[in-house]
């Protein structure tokens, strides 16, 4: 995987994160330096920790499907580029007003992180380099999660779909991008 590859994975796996800190930022009203930081790192640790998870599985059933792993690799990005510009183009416009709480704070950045476990899993089957990758994953989450929830008091019912919409093509990008360095199909 090619550094330019891995940006912009890494900022496409932290769309979702970056669009649920806008409603967490929106729900702080005016949200200080620390409660940024700090929603940051929960939702940038979850999501560096959820692509080893699936790396993990993937790994394991290598042996199984390495004649065609890059069809895998293709199909899952595939499905969560597009269900990430479904979540995208959603209508949801009312940001609701909850209490914060770690607990749900946790919930909601384990929620945001399952497509990057799946992403994990079809990263197993490239050889790409899981640590590397999901350092960029978790740094760029950690920033984004922490920007978006400054932001989310101002920006966020008007940013966070075009966020998922945006990352979703990104990842349909890169599994054809997986695709055709495998096959001569393109």
Excluded: C
């Excluded at 669009?19 to 005016?30: D, F, H, I, M, T």
């Excluded at 895998?72 to 979540?87: R, W």
């Excluded at 990263?123 to 380099?129: C, G, H, K, P, Q």
Aim: aromatic letters at 10%; zero cysteines.
């Amino acid at each position: 995987m090619t550094p330019f590859t891995l940006l912009f994975l890494a900022v496409s796996m932290s769309a979702d994160a970056f669009a649920a800190s806008l409603s967490k930022g929106a729900e702080l009203q005016k949200p200080r330096f620390r409660h940024a930081i700090g929603i940051g790192l929960v939702f940038g640790v979850i999501e560096a920790i959820t692509p080893i998870l699936g790396w993990a599985a993937g790994k394991a059933s290598q042996q199984y499907v390495q004649a065609w792993d890059h069809w895998v690799a293709f199909t899952l990005l595939s499905i969560i580029g597009l269900h990430m510009m479904y979540a995208g183009l959603k209508k949801d416009d009312k940001l609701v007003q909850r209490k914060q709480t770690l607990w749900l704070l946790v919930l909601t950045a384990t929620a945001t992180s399952i497509d990057a476990m799946a992403v994990g899993a079809s990263l197993a089957f490239i050889d790409a380099n899981i640590i590397a990758t999901s350092l960029a994953i978790g740094l760029a989450t950690t920033v984004m999660a922490s920007m978006g929830t400054f932001l989310g008091h101002k920006l966020g019912k008007f940013v966070g779909h075009w966020a998922e919409l945006i990352g979703g093509i990104v990842l349909m990008g890169i599994g054809l991008a997986v695709l055709a360095e495998h096959t001569a199909f393109f």
